[in-house]
């Protein structure tokens, strides 16, 4: 259940600076032949192959199953069920860790204070995550302090770790658009749209395992500085 409260951020927080940060993180891909475009008018959707060598997904492997727990959920807006894979922030001090987040921050180009640490999560059979947007909705229990600590999500990145044996795509449900997890792919979309306006069509999900398992990183860009 949702409760609106008064907040003393807009709903359209940050949004001149996602429109700046899109058009600079726009350019930065286009320019780059490692980088492929989804086809799409109205979710600005990449996807690069081989960003992780199978090695490097193999020890973020480990390393998620060391840290994995039930996933953290904003609870009061996220019903039980929403999302029931395990995750965790890996150590954000590990240098491999530190690694790869180099790796995508030099992808973007945006200001590394801005990046989340990367969030690794495995699904196991029936565990899915359910349609959602990674940006934060205004009038949510969680807003004003994610506002308070780097503001809304701009980029959302996210690595295929492993090869799923039976189900686990990640659906854009408003595109329809289904993308089957390939390791070593990294995935790539702008949570706005170009005028800075946090986009709705950005409606993903992580879809039921059905066999095997499905290792991803996660890792989240905001707005401003995030603390
Ligand atoms: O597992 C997936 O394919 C999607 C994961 C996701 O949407 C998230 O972590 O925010
Ligand atoms: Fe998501």
Redesign the pocket.
């Known amino acids: 259940m949702t409760t609106k409260t008064k907040s003393k951020y807009p709903d359209n927080a940050d949004q001149a600076l996602l429109k700046k940060l899109g058009a600079q993180v726009r350019e930065r891909l286009a320019a780059n032949p490692a980088v492929y475009k989804v086809p799409s008018d109205e979710v600005e959707l990449f996807a690069v192959g081989d960003f992780m060598t199978p090695a490097e997904c193999a020890k973020m492997i480990e390393l998620i199953d060391a840290t994995a727990k039930p996933s953290k959920v904003f609870d009061v807006d996220y019903s039980s069920g929403y999302r029931t ?1 395990y ?1 965790g922030d890996v150590d954000p001090y590990d240098p491999f860790v530190k690694k790869i987040g180099r790796r995508v921050d030099d992808l973007l180009g945006i200001d590394p204070r801005f990046g989340e640490t990367i ?1 690794g ?1 495995r ?1 196991m059979p029936g565990q899915e ?1 359910q349609p ?1 947007h ?1 940006w934060f909705h205004p009038g949510t229990s969680y807003w004003d302090y994610e506002m308070s600590r780097g503001g809304q999500r701009s980029f ?1 990145t ?1 690595a295929f770790l492993n090869e799923v044996e039976g189900g ?3 659906d854009f449900t408003e595109l329809g658009i289904a993308l089957e ?1 390939k390791p070593g792919v990294l995935l790539i979309w702008n949570n706005a749209r170009p005028d800075g306006i946090t986009n709705l069509k950005t409606m ?4 039921p395992v059905t066999a095997g398992s ?1 290792y ?1 990183f ?1 890792k989240w860009y905001r707005a401003r500085e995030w603390r």
């Not at 993903?204 to 879809?207: D, E, F, S």
Request: hydrophobic share 20%; no cysteine.
């Open positions: 894979s995750s969030q999560q699904y995550f959602h990674d959302t996210m686990g795509t990640t997890p993903h999900a992580g879809r499905k991803i996660t």
